[in-house]
């Protein structure tokens, strides 16, 4: 059996073959004498055109069918050079797996994006989601190579844990207790020594800490794998279950970090112009008109990098009305980010943040007052990377912790990487869904995620 | 600064080069005026000799470094064909990042793998770990590049999940309440609608469900992502934390599953052959003599296709004495397949399992007593990946369910993919972890996963 892609990407070597394809109706034309048949199989954006004749043995049953049948065509491919399709297969043969009825829900028609999350399992099959999904496989590709290629180790951290240094109120608790027979000890609590792993358990929402002890062993580590918060806000760009990669390197520090960060989007945002053009066409048309020249630009830019307290400046002399004022002491809101890039016509790089609105595994600068941490801003998007160079004194980091309460038995081994050859290193984290919504225009977290978890919501 | 990889892979080009490497000291020996120090990056298996010449402005300090202190190197490459290791580099310039001292667990000597996963965060350090993980990440590698250069879509199905069809005292429940003020509903039992989610959820154990969903729009897709059991067991080849490659194949049947199989482990086992090459051999001297025949061979072997039955035959023709009486009603056991892949010399893909034993998915064989289910074997490993052809009959689905005692409310979406487009579909499942062994010869689980997570023990 052939897929339709492999058409499409050797028309001579294919010029009057016989192939055997199997796929989806999307649409059927015909009359008495003949008819068309739009035929998808999901290898790649693009259908084929099947050529229907009515010495077919059951033509009258092929003409019927429903958008959404699963049939197996047999037939010779003839190239069309003069049609919009490069190609059609005139079927000598059709075999009729499965004919959908009335009750099919999708239908040769736009439904809207509401209609269907409601119909998840459904909707990789119309045009918006099968481009937006074979992106975003596109684009994890994109991303192990570019890592992998450059000499970087992929690392499963695990994801449960027994630390709760995020703090707890942001981490799923795990348990294979049964909630109405729970244990108590003799105070009446919970006897938490009963679980499966004899604590209180979380699925963390970080793979950093653990990534940072193998970066000081491989000297670049990756990790690509899903992440949880228990946030109970219903935004567009929060789920509860989401994706993300955390790179960590060892001998680097906050400007060799940007290099890394800023050559890393460069190449994945490539690899996807490369691949995934008739998808991008698609978005650019449909759904996020630009999308193509932002990307396009986007590669070609320098990326701007500015101290925290630049950008403030810039804000303030601005003689803008803002939401939210801009301080020295304070983070940068959704419209400081869209202004700075617009200011610098391009992707900006806010380094050098007041150490108390960061979090305490930061490297904390000479003056004391500020971290070495970047974030990465791009236009029409936002924040899309965070990342620091990570305290690497054993001395500085207990006192930051003790500072911010933390408790420090649980990641006891984490202080000691100070301790046990510490190195100038420093890391990053993209949220993989972020990314996937930069490159394809769509707006809502839950339409890039093929099953999206937020509140109240955990269908399918 | 240069990776020690580099200069490995570029020696022509790096000779009489000045190069900066951050590293760790594995060892220094040195007299009053010169000595040797073996340094390593982490950037690949092997490490670097530095030449140390007393006129070093620190030559006392380093000359005195412990295993694993950090170091940056300043100098030149010197080509040195008559040694052992290619080359040397003659240090102008060391700076002494961080000395580590008596209380660095790490030695350079033997440690046992046992007191090793005690120190799971310096372990990676170790010449056995830094060959494992980084044959890991290989590994990963290669399984995404044989299935997106197949045509493959990566899908990131979810793990958090309310439907419990897998059995949900396999699945660890999940929750933002507290344990110890749990809300009641009228009848005093908890109620779960005050959860997140509103109902009780489950971190899934499997992807195939909703890899079968995509794999109704793309055809060809694969997951490939952590996965969690709660089994209380404590064996060299169970970890409540793992992590599976779960692809599913639209206008498959069994025959052409176990070609793909087939073709994509030999891929993988070439493909890590390929890159690994020290690590491999390091591994076969020091942990699994014979590991490079093995990986060798079965690229090369032609594997054998036989039916469950046609095993039993074997066995009870073998006249041997076993544990487990071979029938034609049960599973194989350990001793079996070591006797089959004997038998056959070889990989064995054992297929069409009694109906009764397997999942409720299967699609059921004409005979009503088999499933086209299939099962790989390999010689000293055992099972390494199962797969089967998916039940495509909404009717016989759904009888099996009922059946089964298979709460149907919550997978009505899957059930339905029988009705909207069902076709001939099958799909596998490989333990990334068994993999790992297989490929890496470490017979214990815990020692092929970074923080390896089981009963009792959820460390770091």
Chains 1, 2 share one sequence.
């Not at 990407?9 to 739009?38: A, C, H, P, T």
């Not at 954006?45 to 077919?56: D, E, G």
């Not at 049948?69 to 043969?93: D, M, R, W, Y």
């Amino acid at each position: 059996m052939e897929d339709i892609k492999q058409i499409y990407e050797k028309l001579d070597f294919y010029d009057k073959k016989q192939v055997k394809i199997g796929g989806w109706v999307k649409s059927v034309r015909s009359n008495k004498e003949f008819g068309f048949l739009d035929l998808s199989d999901g290898t790649c954006f693009k259908s084929a055109q099947v050529i229907l004749n009515s010495n077919l043995k059951n033509y009258e049953e092929v003409s019927r069918l429903n958008t959404g049948s699963t049939i197996v065509v047999e037939g010779e491919v003839k190239l069309t050079p003069q049609n919009q399709q490069p190609f059609e297969i005139v079927a000598s043969n059709i075999d009729v797996f499965c004919a959908t009825d009335a009750t099919y829900p999708l239908q040769k028609k736009r439904h809207s994006v509401e209609f269907l999350r409601e119909i998840a399992y459904l909707r990789p099959r119309t045009n918006l989601f099968n481009a937006v999904f074979r992106i975003r496989s596109v684009a994890a590709m994109a991303i192990h190579s570019y890592f992998q290629n450059n000499g970087y180790v992929y690392v499963n951290t695990p994801l449960l844990t027994t630390a709760d240094c995020e703090g707890s109120d942001q981490m799923f608790k795990v348990t294979t207790l049964d909630f109405n027979k729970l244990p108590k000890d003799q105070d009446g609590k919970v006897d938490m020594s009963c679980d499966l792993f004899g604590k209180t358990t979380f699925i963390t929402g970080s793979g950093q800490l653990h990534g940072e002890a193998f970066a000081l062993a491989f000297k670049k580590i990756y990790t690509f794998g899903p992440t949880f918060r228990t946030e109970n806000s219903n935004t567009k760009t929060h789920a509860n279950e989401f994706w993300m990669i955390e790179p960590e390197i060892a001998f680097c520090d906050l400007e060799t970090l940007m290099d890394i960060e800023e050559d890393m989007l460069k190449n994945v945002v490539s690899f996807v112009l490369d691949r995934c053009k008739d998808e991008l066409a698609f978005l650019d048309k449909f759904v996020s008109n630009g999308l193509l020249d932002k990307l396009n630009k986007l590669i070609g830019s320098k990326f701007t990098r500015i101290d925290h307290k630049d950008v403030i400046d810039i804000l303030i002399k601005s003689g803008k009305k803002w939401e939210f004022e801009p301080t020295y002491e304070s983070d940068i809101a959704k419209e400081h980010e869209r202004y700075i890039t617009e200011y610098f016509n391009g992707p900006v790089f806010i380094k050098n943040w007041p150490k108390d609105i960061k979090a305490y595994y930061m490297k904390v600068n000479d003056d004391n007052k500020t971290v070495a941490a970047v974030d990465l801003v791009v236009p029409l998007a936002g924040e899309l990377i965070g990342g620091s160079q990570r305290e690497d004194s054993y001395d500085v980091l207990v006192a930051r912790c003790k500072q911010l309460g933390i408790d420090t038995d649980t990641i006891d081994w984490y202080l000691n990487l100070r301790k046990f050859g510490s190195c100038v290193h420093s890391g990053f984290g993209m949220g993989f869904e972020r990314l996937v919504m930069y490159l394809t225009g769509v707006d809502n977290i839950r339409d890039v995620i093929p099953f999206p978890r937020t509140p109240q919501n955990c269908l399918f």
